[in-house]
């Protein structure tokens, strides 16, 4: 299929993925502004190069999964073609998150079943809000599914080998950590919003 090893960081570079403003910030939608931005369309565009991301994502990340039990879901809009490319690798089943006023929803026809694996994916992890509130729509519908130990994301650039999907559990713990996989890791956080006064 493919050959060689790729490097993404590089490759991202290459195809413009990864933007740099040399005056100013990008806006995020969190409100975290960064001077670096990751715009996966300019790599969504080579739909080859798409796909071998997503099969280097997967094996990367090793996962033993039942595909008929298994979920891939991501938040709209960078997460739903890689949900669902990385669904069709392994022959699982995809969903994705729309955004609505505070947070995510997940529409009736890609409501989980009871007991299914649920992977989360991003094209870009910064501090994780984005899949918590994800995670907080499919439990929204009151099936209980299981969190997969691994989040999938194209570029991790929070500086940080995991993140707390449940940000507002109280004992915090290990249990509520999951683990980042990512093609290219950064530490390019973003800036917080200033508050106004």
Same mark, same amino acid.
């Given at each position: 299929?493919?050959?060689?090893?790729?490097?993404?960081?590089?490759?991202?570079?290459?195809?413009?993925?990864?933007?740099?403003?040399?005056?100013?910030?990008?806006?995020?939608?969190?409100?975290?502004?960064?001077?670096? @931005?990751?715009?996966?369309?300019?790599?969504?565009?080579?739909? $080859?190069?798409?796909?071998? +991301?997503?099969?280097? #994502?997967? !094996?990367?990340?090793?996962?033993?999964?039942?595909?008929?039990?298994?979920?891939?879901?991501?938040?709209?809009?960078?997460?739903?073609?890689?949900?669902?490319?990385?669904?069709?690798?392994?022959?699982?089943?995809?969903?994705?998150?729309?955004?609505?006023?505070?947070?995510?929803?997940?529409?009736?026809?890609? @409501?989980?079943?009871?007991?299914?694996?649920?992977?989360?994916? $991003?094209?870009?992890?910064? +501090?994780?809000?984005? #899949?918590? !509130?994800?995670?907080?729509?499919?439990?929204?519908?009151?099936?209980?599914?299981?969190?997969?130990?691994?989040?999938?994301?194209?570029?991790?650039?929070?500086?940080?080998?995991?993140?707390?999907?449940?940000?507002?559990?109280?004992?915090?713990?290990?249990?509520?950590?999951?683990?980042?996989?990512?093609?290219?890791?950064?530490?390019?956080?973003?800036?917080?919003?200033?508050?106004?006064?």
């Amino acid at each position: 299929m493919w050959r060689g090893k790729m490097d993404w960081g590089t490759e991202f570079e290459r195809l413009g993925v990864r933007r740099v403003k040399k005056d100013g910030d990008f806006i995020f939608y969190s409100g975290r502004h960064s001077n670096v @931005k990751y715009d996966f369309d300019y790599l969504y565009k080579h739909t $080859d190069l798409y796909s071998r +991301a997503c099969h280097d #994502l997967l !094996k990367k990340a090793c996962l033993n999964i039942d595909p008929k039990k298994t979920c891939f879901v991501g938040p709209a809009y960078g997460g739903i073609s890689l949900a669902f490319e990385l669904a069709r690798q392994c022959g699982a089943r995809a969903a994705y998150a729309r955004k609505i006023t505070f947070g995510f929803d997940i529409d009736e026809c890609f @409501k989980p079943e009871p007991g299914d694996v649920i992977i989360l994916c $991003d094209d870009v992890i910064t +501090a994780g809000t984005s #899949l918590a !509130k994800v995670r907080s729509a499919i439990e929204r519908h009151g099936i209980k599914v299981i969190f997969h130990e691994k989040v999938l994301v194209f570029v991790n650039r929070s500086g940080c080998n995991s993140f707390c999907l449940w940000p507002h559990a109280r004992p915090p713990g290990f249990l509520h950590q999951r683990s980042i996989v990512a093609l290219v890791e950064t530490n390019e956080p973003g800036l917080e919003p200033v508050k106004s006064a």
